[in-house]
C-alpha cells in the first residue's frame, strides 16, 4: 500500500500527541473479515485518548512539565519500532529508498519534520493549561487553520461552499470557547500555535514532497527520527536545564510505568493508523477520529470531573456537524 505524504495535514486528531505520523490515503481494503478490522478499530479508538491522559498525567500530575520531551517519548518509541521492523525483521521492503538520498532527507524531509514537531509539541504543552475536554473542542478548529493556511500561500484556492463551512466552524468554536468554564488565554494560544505548525506541515508536505509516495511504515522509518531529533534538540536547550535545576529527572524512576506506558502508546497510535487504512480508507480514519475526539470529551465530563458547559457542549456539537460538512465537501469536491 502506497501513501502520499502530501495527504498528512488531513488526519482529524490535529495538531497533539495523539496524531499519527503516518500519512494517510484512500486504501484498496482488504478481503473483508469484519471481526478483524472491528479489533483494529477498537485498538484505533482507544490508544489515542489513552497516549493523551498518560502523557497529561505525566504533565501535570507527576509534575514532569516538559512537553517536548514528553512528545519525544512517542517518537523516540516510534523511530525505534518502525527501524526493526523494517531494517532488521525485514517485514517489508524499503521501496522509496533510492529516492531519499541525503541531500533531498536534508533539503526537504527534515523542514517538514520540524513543523510536525512544533505542531506535537504545542499541543501537548496545551495540555498544561487547558482541561483535555477543552483541547478536544479545540481540534475541531483545525480545518479553519489548514485552509487559511493553504490559501495564504496559494496551495489551494477553497470552494465558496469550503469557505462557508470553514466560517461556520469558527463561529461554533468560538461559542464553545466562550462557554469553557476555565478558560485560559495562554492555553488558548498554545493551541492556536499548534493549529498553525499543523497547517504549515501541510503546506510544506504539498509543496516539498508532494510527488513522493511511501508505504505506510516506511513513511514512519523516515519521519519519525526527524521529529524525535527536533524534539530532543530543542529540549536539550528549552528544558533540559530547567529539568536538571529542579531535579526533575528524580521523577522518572519512581513514575516508571507511566512513562513506559507512554513509550508503547507512542508507537501504538502510529500502528493503529495503519492498521486502519489498511483495512479501511483514510476517510473512515477522518471519521473515526473525529468521534475519537469527542467521545474523549464525553469520557473526561463523566469519568474526570470535568465541567462542560450547556453553551460549551453547544458549541461544540455545532463545530462536530459544520467539521462534517467542510469534510463532504472536501471529499465530493464541492
Known amino acids: 500500500m502506497s501513501v502520499p505524504l502530501s495527504a498528512v495535514g488531513e488526519s482529524s486528531s490535529s495538531a497533539g500527541d495523539d496524531k499519527p505520523l503516518i500519512p494517510a490515503t484512500v486504501a484498496s481494503p482488504l478481503p473483508p473479515s469484519r471481526l478483524l478490522t472491528a479489533s483494529y478499530v477498537a485498538v484505533y479508538l482507544m490508544v489515542g485518548p489513552a497516549l493523551i491522559l498518560v502523557n497529561k498525567h505525566l504533565l501535570k500530575d507527576v509534575g514532569f ?18 527501524f526493526l521492523a523494517l531494517r532488521v525483521l525485514r517485514l517489508q521492503p524499503l521501496t522509496c529508498a533510492k529516492h531519499v538520498t541525503w541531500p533531498f532527507y536534508l533539503r526537504n524531509m527534515v523542514v517538514v519534520g520540524g513543523a510536525t514537531a ?7 504543552a496545551g495540555y498544561l493549561y487547558l482541561t483535555v475536554s477543552f483541547v478536544q473542542i479545540l481540534k475541531a478548529f483545525t480545518p479553519v487553520f489548514v485552509v487559511v493556511m493553504l490559501y495564504a500561500t496559494r496551495v489551494e484556492t477553497p470552494s465558496p461552499r ?3 463551512s470553514v466560517g461556520l466552524i469558527s463561529a461554533a468554536t468560538a461559542i464553545a470557547s466562550a462557554g469553557e468554564a476555565h478558560f485560559n488565554l495562554t492555553g488558548v494560544l498554545i493551541m492556536c500555535a499548534a493549529e498553525t505548525c499543523e497547517a504549515t506541515r501541510l503546506v510544506l508536505t504539498q509543496k516539498l514532497l508532494t510527488n513522493l509516495k511511501f508505504p505506510a511504515m516506511e513513511g514512519l522509518y523516515y519521519m519519525a527520527p526527524i521529529c524525535a531529533g527536533w524534539m530532543f534538540g530543542l529540549a536539550a536547550v528549552l528544558e533540559v536545564p530547567r529539568a536538571l535545576e529542579k531535579n526533575a529527572f528524580s521523577l522518572v524512576a519512581p513514575n516508571a510505568a507511566a512513562f513506559a506506558t507512554a513509550v508503547v502508546l507512542g508507537f ?12 479501511t480508507s483514510s476517510v473512515m480514519l477522518k471519521l473515526l477520529g473525529t468521534a475519537r475526539n469527542a467521545g474523549l470529551v464525553l469520557f473526561s465530563a463523566v469519568f474526570l470531573g470535568e465541567e462542560i458547559t450547556p453553551l460549551q457542549g453547544f458549541g461544540y ?17 464541492l
Open 65 to 82: 512539565g516538559f512537553p517536548m520531551m514528553v512528545s519525544g517519548i512517542g517518537q523516540a518509541s516510534s523511530a525505534l519500532g518502525s
Open 118 to 124: 512544533a505542531s506535537l509539541c504545542f499541543g501537548n
Open 162 to 164: 469550503v469557505a462557508l
Open 268 to 279: 501504538a497510535v502510529n500502528i493503529a493508523s495503519f492498521l486502519v487504512i489498511q483495512r
Open 317 to 333: 456539537a455545532l463545530s462536530l456537524a459544520f467539521f462534517g460538512l467542510y469534510n463532504y465537501y472536501k471529499i465530493k469536491g
